[in-house]
DNA sequence: TTAATAGTGTCTGTGAGACATTATGGT
DNA sequence: ACCATAATGTCTCACAGACACTATTAA
């Protein structure tokens, strides 16, 4: 049995101290059993007018899709566990992953007992690589996903705790999410708005919320159509 | 090897499944390392006037305090471990432990590869056993404790996060987290808000926002000194 | 000149905050 | 009668929302 825990030992799970230190009743860490704990990401994105998040294909079952995750491994930031698996499963360069919450019901997974930290990032349309499966969460009552049947595990319910975080959010700031690349015009800041938040926003209301946080570059939009507008970017 | 990871199976890792399923690698989770996972919990409640942070001899050293806390066990909920760790640890009975987040930087426990899903909960002063350590918290600038100094691990962060979200919570609910016994008196209510935010409210401003939220019970208080008061109760 | 869009002025309703006044109990 | 506290009326200010008007470009 020794044998068997400093297997585990030598496997990473000791990190900084090869002693096998003891807590305040005299055990070993390793004489507890521990959980496997996964990262799933819904990754969050804006095209075509609305909000979309990302799937990819779901590795236990042939067919069906899932939200990208991958489990953690010893010495390895949460954060860095969602980034690395956006870049190996989504081919995406996440950039701000931030936790939701921990979902941790028993039985959630069949293969056994596994934690799952939900996390969301947001990353612009143009730096997804083409041809990834995106599904719309806009038109559906509470933000519930419809489109796909039957996510696996929480998933759908990561996807909602996503979509409330994100359009929060963008309620009082400016893009807070960087989804634009200044500098852009206040229409295609409200558009880009309008699109998180699933609703029509007033011009001149939302002008006057977001103005006092942007600087204007000074340059102008070239007006194809109507009065050019002014370019403005983050303050 | 095979043997050792039969070994933990056993140990209760395994629940519903015997027969070692497989993810989309092929692989077993027992073949990835795994975290020990804890919670450990900013219990608050009011007494005195502020808000109070409960602590409990720290295990592993023989001084010092800590924040009670506890390794999750297989089939465990993380709330059912944190109601565990306060009637263990503190003789409390918790009531709605909400997660705050997960702690995560390598190196935080030198036991070794230790996650903490730190959580808040709120609990009557009369419900803690007599002689609990508590300190308090309002009379630091941002919500830091500086009156226990070196808290273990990231405890005195936890309960920065446990402090931001009761407040928020107390902002435009009457006493969501059930401190106060019904019936109660508007000024009963309104110290109890002052307390937990850590100032003083407009009394009229403040009857406004709270008393649609709650219903008379038609009932009046002794009035000791002055004019009696109208009893309410949560809506 | 007209169409189209950007930018700004202004009116109104709502609600927080602050203060004053009235109501109701005990002493 | 007086005091202490509860309860309510009201004034002001700030701001969101809505609408209208002016400004600037291309065709």
Redesign the interface.
């Known amino acids: 049995?020794l044998?068997?825990l400093r297997?585990?030992a030598q496997?990473?799970?000791?990190?900084?101290?090869p002693s096998l230190?003891?807590?305040?009743?005299g055990k070993t860490?390793?004489d507890?059993?521990?959980?496997?704990?996964a990262v799933d990401t819904a990754l969050l994105t804006v095209h075509d007018g609305g909000l979309k998040v990302l799937l990819v294909p779901?590795?236990?079952a042939g067919l069906g899709w899932a939200l990208p995750g991958t489990?953690?491994?010893?010495?390895?930031?949460?954060a860095d566990a969602v980034l690395r698996s956006l870049r190996e499963k989504a081919g995406v360069s996440g950039r701000d992953p931030q936790?939701l919450?921990?979902f941790?019901?028993?039985?959630r997974d069949?293969?056994?007992?596994?934690?799952s930290?939900a996390h969301v990032d947001v990353v612009p349309f143009g730096e997804l690589p083409a041809g990834v499966k995106l599904i719309s969460v806009t038109e559906f009552a509470g933000a519930r996903v419809a489109q796909v049947r039957e996510l696996p595990y929480d998933h759908a319910q990561i996807i909602d705790y996503a979509v409330a975080q994100v359009r929060s959010q963008y309620l009082s700031a400016p893009d807070p999410g960087g989804l634009l690349t200044p500098p852009f015009t206040l229409k295609e800041l409200r558009e880009l708005h309008e699109a998180v938040r699933g609703e029509s926003l007033q011009r001149d209301t939302f002008r006057r919320a977001m103005e006092p946080q942007l600087v204007a570059t000074g340059e102008i939009s070239d007006g194809t159509k109507g009065r050019p507008a002014a370019l403005f970017m983050p303050y």
Chains 1, 2 share one sequence.
């Open positions: 049995m044998h068997c297997k585990y496997n990473g799970v000791m990190t900084s101290s230190p003891v807590d305040g009743f860490l390793l507890y059993p521990r959980p496997s704990v779901h590795p236990g489990f953690v491994r010893p010495g390895e930031r949460l936790q919450h921990v941790d019901e028993p039985g069949e293969r056994g007992w596994v934690l930290v």
